[in-house]
C-alpha cells in the first residue's frame, strides 16, 4: 500500500524551530522527487520545498528560502523539512507529495504528483 505519512506539526513562537517528517511506504523512494507543500486557511495551496532523492537537488520557494531545508534519509525511507525562524505567516497545513518529475526552477502543478498525504498542522503564534 502506498503511503505518505508526514509527522512533526504542533504550536511553536514566532522565530521558533520545527521538523516536519515525511514516511515513504509501498513505492521505490529514489524514483522519485519529494516536494512539500502548505495550504492557510482560505488559501491555495502552494509549493515551499523540492528535492530531488537521487540527486539531493533542491529547490524552495521565495517565501521561505535561507530559513527552511529539505533533506532526505533513504535508509529510514524519510524526507524532512526543517524550518527555522518561524514566522505567523508560515501557519499552515503541511503537505508532502510524491512525483517522478523534477524541475528544479518551479512548482509542478498539484496534477503531477502520485502521492500526497494527509497533512500535518502548523501553528505559529505567541
Known amino acids: 500500500q502506498v503511503q505518505l505519512v508526514e509527522s512533526g506539526g504542533g504550536l511553536v513562537q514566532p522565530g521558533g524551530s520545527l521538523r516536519l517528517s515525511c514516511a515513504a511506504s509501498g513505492f521505490t523512494l529514489d524514483d522519485y522527487a519529494i516536494a512539500w507543500f502548505r495550504q492557510a486557511p482560505g488559501k491555495e495551496r502552494d509549493g515551499v520545498a523540492c528535492i530531488r532523492i537521487t540527486t539531493d537537488k533542491t529547490y524552495y520557494s521565495d517565501s521561505v528560502k535561507g530559513r527552511f531545508t529539505v533533506s532526505r534519509d533513504n535508509a529510514k525511507k524519510t524526507v524532512y523539512l526543517q524550518m527555522n525562524a518561524l514566522k505567523p505567516e508560515d501557519t499552515a497545513v503541511y503537505y508532502c507529495?510524491?512525483?517522478?518529475?523534477?524541475?528544479?526552477?518551479?512548482?509542478?502543478?498539484?496534477?503531477?504528483?502520485?502521492?500526497w498525504g494527509q497533512g500535518t498542522q502548523v501553528t505559529v503564534s505567541s
Open positions: 507529495a510524491a512525483t517522478t518529475y523534477y524541475s528544479g526552477t518551479y512548482f509542478l502543478p498539484e496534477s503531477e504528483y502520485d502521492f
